[in-house]
């Protein structure tokens, strides 16, 4: 499966927009970017998915670079509430196993 | 929609006791998931199915660890015997038969065995 790379923590100011980077270098071209995020105490929770172009929905938008090996999951105006740990998860077309990494802890500040 | 429910939320066992953790999934959703998550490992897919039918079971830990649907709007995952490794946070997750739309997790079962 292919892998994704993600900052451990990352810290934002209330109300500012944050910015949260993959990368996946050997996503093959089935490949959908998919990214959940799990508020404390609670089950993961979808966000947003892609596979070339960008997205975007009333939670984030999904930024994904040209050649694909790279995205980038736009919040854009932080609050409390958005503090969690976001996933990104590669998930070949045609299956429905998604592998979560470790994931970015993201803290928000008051 | 309740959403994807189990139960029971909290679940604290002696070791070698028989745990069954429960799930029912959103109705029209015909996939269903089991993860586990611990500090150490991170969320780990245990098995899913579709229709019912158990598709993938590679991440089942062990002959200890057993799951069945026995129709589409029930799951369960059991353990027997328990011992203390088993101590997490058990997810069950659903989703509806296109899937790219993403899972929909349930709130979980912590589970603690002493």
């Known amino acids: 499966d292919a892998k994704t790379t993600q900052p451990n923590s990352m810290e934002s100011n209330e109300e500012e927009p944050v910015h949260l980077p993959c990368n996946h270098s050997t996503i093959s071209g089935t490949d959908y970017i998919h990214w959940y995020r799990q508020l404390p105490s609670q089950g993961p929770e979808y966000v947003i998915h892609g596979l070339t172009s960008n997205v975007n929905n009333r939670m984030a938008s999904l930024a994904i670079a040209e050649d694909r090996k790279s995205s980038t999951l736009i919040l854009h105006r932080a609050t409390l509430r958005d503090a969690a740990v976001y996933y990104c998860i590669l998930r070949p077309s045609g299956t429905y196993k998604y592998i979560f990494g470790t994931g970015t802890r993201l803290k928000v500040l008051a | 929609d309740a959403g994807v429910i189990q139960s029971p939320r909290h679940e604290v066992t002696e070791m070698g006791q028989e745990v069954t953790l429960r799930c029912k999934p959103i109705?029209?959703?015909?996939?269903l998931f089991w993860y586990r998550q611990t500090m150490m490992r991170g969320l780990e897919l245990l098995i899913y199915?579709?229709?019912?039918?158990?598709?993938?079971d590679s991440g089942m830990p062990e002959d200890r660890f057993s799951a069945k649907m026995p129709n589409a709007s029930f799951s369960t995952l059991k353990i027997q015997p328990s011992e203390p490794r088993d101590s997490a946070v058990y997810f069950c997750a659903s989703s509806p038969p296109a899937g790219l739309g993403g899972y929909t997790f349930g709130s979980g079962t912590r589970l603690t065995v002493v």
């Open positions: 199915f579709n229709n019912n039918v158990p598709i993938d």
């Open positions: 109705s029209g959703h015909d996939y």
